[in-house]
Structures are given as C-alpha cells and as structure tokens.
C-alpha cells in the first residue's frame, strides 16, 4: 500500500467549451488536468499478490542497504478516475511475513527490538484524502499503523496505465513510494559504531509495486 497533514482535494469542474461544442479535459480547481481516460478505471479493485510488491529499504552500517517485503496482507481500494479525491485505499499487512532473504535477520525484525510482532502483529494503512497531482501522480494521504501507534503519511502514487490480461481479468498499475523515520512508530532499536553513525538508519522507504485486478462483485 508519506507512504502518507491532511490536506482537502480540490474538486473537478468542466472547462469552458474549446468553441467547438465540446468540452476541453476537465481540471481541478487547481489548475492541474485530468485525464478523461482515467474515468473508465472508476470502481473497486484487489491487490494482485503474485505480482505485486510492498516492500521497504533501509540503509545499513551506513555503507550498504537491506530490501525486504511484505508477502501477507490484504487490499481494499477504490479509485475514482473523475473525482480523485473519492479515491481511498485500506492494507492490512501481517508482520510476520517479512522476507528479507535472511532468516536470522527476519526473526530479527518481528521480535521486541523492531516490529514485536508477538504484541503487534498487524500493521495498517487507511488512506483519508486523495488529490490529483498533476498528469498520472497522485498524493495519497493517510493513516499509518504500527505498534499501536498512527501517524498521518503521504504517498506519492504513480498511475502506470491498465490492460485487459489474456485471463480477461482488466488490470492496473500504480507506484508508490515515501520514506518515513520509524523511530516516529516506536522502532527506535539501533547501534552506534566506532566510527561514528548507527547500524541502521532511523528513515525507511516503504515502496508499494501494484498490479490490480478490477472487482467483478
């Protein structure tokens, strides 16, 4: 699914007509134009798993940076092609699935000293406003849960077109990307090194890789 000060969308209005009858692209209040495309894609779709990603990076020791993901969870959104500010996304993602690629460094990260997946074990992302950007990008605003703590984020989502599959399954893509400083949720575990710096950086950045697939129901 920062990633994330809630800000009021702007609401669409048709522009005057371009003197030919027919009305130009409509825009927000803004000034920024919307793409009459963007209408048919109106309507609720799912997380595609298999070929989605939620995933972090984190700067480790400094001089390298670790990748990991999220591999269970569940999706609700429901995009608005004509007003983006209708648009709302909800995750629900399980702690426990981190992959890493290192098993020792996963049970790492879901004992006490990060995600305490024991006590906690779902992490959460409700969205509360949406405003169209400008082209395909889009900001996404919302509540971000882990360990009991919530805090507002703000992620900067990318459109990436959509296409009818060969199943007959009509599919979406959007990227999405912010960085926060976990230590704000309470993921505050570290070591200081000899020559100055910490073990693990204090910002994270979440990415959200989507491929979804329209609700037939």
């Avoid at 702690?95 to 020792?104: H, L, P, R, W, Y």
Wanted: glycine fraction near 10%; aromatic fraction near 10%.
């Amino acid at each position: 699914m920062g990633i994330f000060g809630r800000r009021q969308t702007a609401v669409s209005e048709p522009t005057p007509t371009d003197g030919t009858g027919a009305f130009a692209a409509e825009s927000t209040s803004r000034g920024v134009a919307l793409d009459p495309a963007l209408r048919a894609l109106t309507g609720r779709w799912t997380i595609d798993r298999p070929h989605s990603r939620i995933g972090f990076s984190v700067r480790h020791a400094m001089v390298t940076t670790v990748r990991g993901a999220f591999t269970d969870y569940d999706s609700t959104l429901y995009f608005d092609g004509a007003q983006p500010s209708e648009s709302r996304a909800d995750l629900v993602i399980r702690i426990a699935s981190v992959d890493t690629g290192v098993a020792q460094r996963d049970a790492h990260i879901i004992g006490a000293d990060f995600f305490d997946a024991h006590h906690y074990p779902e992490m959460t992302f409700r969205s509360t406003s949406t405003v169209h950007e400008g082209g395909e990008t889009f900001r996404m605003t919302g509540d971000l849960t882990i360990r009991d703590v919530t805090r507002p984020v703000d992620l900067q989502l990318d459109y990436l077109g959509s296409v009818l599959d060969p199943f007959g399954f009509e599919r979406a893509g959007f990227d999405g990307t912010t960085t926060i400083d976990r230590t704000e949720w309470g993921l505050v575990y570290n070591q200081r090194l000899k020559a100055g710096g910490t073990m693990v950086s204090e910002k994270v950045r979440l990415q959200f890789d989507i491929s979804a697939i329209r609700s037939t129901s």
